[in-house]
């Protein structure tokens, strides 16, 4: 009997580019409005891989009900191209993505549209039962404007709420909450991305923060490099 087990390995790219020898460049992409732009591109790389992979392309509105959780919708807005290639054993493929049309009709106002470009193998089928990891990538597209950080925490219901006050997206990672010794009291593990204008909430896990005005927040963005320090708003 001839069988294919499939599974799915799926990679958000929120720190690495590759896996299992197939490599993805960029991991966020950009299309800036000022500069007359429409379109950018992607490059897929095998580097290791020994047989050719299938793959499709899919776009994907992306917007965030107000805790922060993700919303995706397919979306035909967006020219992909090509929508399917197969990718030879140490061969590139470079995929445009972008619009036919002016920005302005695809945003609202001055704030920053955001997609999601998932770029995911084919099963194929094998000559003998064997397991098939299928790899998946999950990349962001912001188009429009961008803002320096501009976030706001406040501690609600003994949650910590994140509040996006840019007009364009911020990607939060290792957050932490330090007291005025610089001590740590709490630690976030994931990294949270907050679109325009949205928030998101952490759970605390029983940490007690009974006066906020004596500790601050400490954050990585993917705007800069340094650190963020700030307090809570009143």
Not at 11 to 18: D, E, G, H, I, V
Not at 25 to 40: E, F, G, H, L, W
Not at 47 to 71: H, L, M, P, S, Y
Not at 137 to 159: A, C, H, M, S, Y
Request: net charge neutral.
């Amino acid at each position: 009997m001839k069988k294919i087990i499939a599974f799915l390995v799926s990679s958000l790219c929120y720190a690495s580019a590759s896996y299992a020898g197939v490599s993805i460049d960029p991991v966020q992409m950009y299309i800036n409005s000022q500069a007359k732009q429409r379109t950018t591109t992607l490059t897929l790389e095998s580097t290791d891989e020994t047989e050719a992979k299938i793959f499709e392309i899919k776009a994907f509105k992306w917007t965030q009900q107000g805790n922060g959780e993700n919303v995706l919708v397919p979306d035909d807005t967006l020219i992909l191209n090509p929508k399917n290639f197969i990718l030879q054993p140490n061969g590139k493929q470079t995929i445009r993505v972008g619009f036919n049309r002016p920005l302005e009709s695809v945003l609202t106002g001055n704030q920053e549209g955001a997609w999601r470009i998932l770029v995911e193998e084919i099963p194929q089928a094998v000559k003998e039962t064997s397991v098939n990891f299928l790899l998946s990538f999950n990349l962001p597209l912001f188009v429009g404007k961008q803002e320096d950080t501009n976030v706001k925490f406040n501690i609600e219901n003994n949650r910590l709420v994140a509040q996006n006050q840019a007009n364009s997206h911020v990607q939060i990672n290792n957050l932490k909450i330090v007291d005025a010794n610089k001590k740590e009291v709490f630690k976030a593990d994931t990294m949270a991305y907050l679109l325009a204008k949205m928030n998101y909430s952490y759970e605390l896990n029983g940490t007690k923060i009974a006066d906020p005005k004596k500790y601050t927040v400490q954050f990585f963005t993917d705007k800069n490099d340094n650190m963020v320090e700030l307090k809570f708003s009143d």
